[in-house]
């Protein structure tokens, strides 16, 4: 059975630093891979995914995320964080389209001025 | 693209009644649905998921129920709350053979 695991249930960075979110993932067959954006009291938006192909995936907000599968790995970053980055992040992966997805535990960015 | 309506957005509710939050879908045919829930400091838990009308699945034993009376209003009910039901719970969607899941913008449901 698929499973995530996200390092970290908070993490805290200053305005302008590199932000980087872990996400480990085991899966039998290659996996369909996601992070979620969620601010306080709201639904969970699609940050970017991978499916197939290119394993460098660009997002919305600056963010990035890369596929490795020798790491079983798919780790969120941004160059620069900005004071509205500040939300909970959420891992997640499926075997197929459309199909139940597994989510992390989720990690709280802080971003301090 | 598909917009998710939740209602109501917050609710209050005495142990031992009953509970029925709704979710309508807007923008899309015949959708899978579910049901998440959300503790506070924790990650999403999958309750139900619906691939048709009348079709439901549970991923979890517990006193919620779930019910899909038309293609795009996914319903989660409760007989009796417990104190333990306090949570968020979003509802959510994926188009047949799409790999993106859209969420609602869930009820926040307190339990005393």
């Known amino acids: 059975a698929q499973s995530v695991t996200q390092l970290g249930s908070h993490v805290s960075v200053s305005e302008g630093a590199l932000v980087l979110l872990r996400c480990n993932y085991s899966?039998?067959?290659?996996?369909?891979l996601f992070w979620y954006v969620q601010y306080p009291n709201q639904g969970l938006q699609l940050l970017l995914k991978?499916?197939?192909?290119?394993?460098l995936v660009k997002g919305i907000n600056g963010f990035e995320a890369e596929f490795k599968k020798s790491e079983t790995s798919f780790h969120l970053t941004k160059p620069s964080a900005h004071m509205s980055d500040a939300a909970e992040y959420f891992c997640?992966?499926?075997?197929?389209?459309?199909?139940?997805?597994?989510f992390g535990q989720g990690t709280e960015l802080s971003v301090k001025p | 693209s598909q917009t998710i309506h939740q209602w109501p957005a917050t609710l209050v509710q005495p142990v031992g009644s009953p509970l029925s939050l709704e979710c309508t879908v807007e923008?899309?045919?015949?959708?899978?649905l579910y049901w998440y829930r959300q503790a506070a400091g924790r990650g999403l838990q999958l309750l139900f998921y619906?691939?048709?009308?009348?079709?439901i699945s549970s991923e979890v034993p517990q006193n919620l129920s779930a019910s899909r009376p038309q293609d795009r209003q996914f319903i989660l009910s409760s007989k009796k709350l417990l104190l333990s039901d306090s949570s968020f719970y979003l509802c959510?969607?994926?188009?047949?053979?799409?790999?993106?899941?859209?969420f609602g913008p869930g009820t926040r449901l307190t339990v005393l």
């Open positions: 619906s691939v048709g009308i009348g079709q």
């Open positions: 997640a992966v499926t075997l197929w389209e459309g199909g139940k997805l597994i």
């Open positions: 991978y499916t197939t192909g290119a394993t």
């Open positions: 899966s039998s067959v290659p996996p369909y």
């Open positions: 923008g899309t045919s015949n959708p899978n």
């Open positions: 959510a969607c994926t188009d047949p053979g799409k790999d993106e899941q859209f």
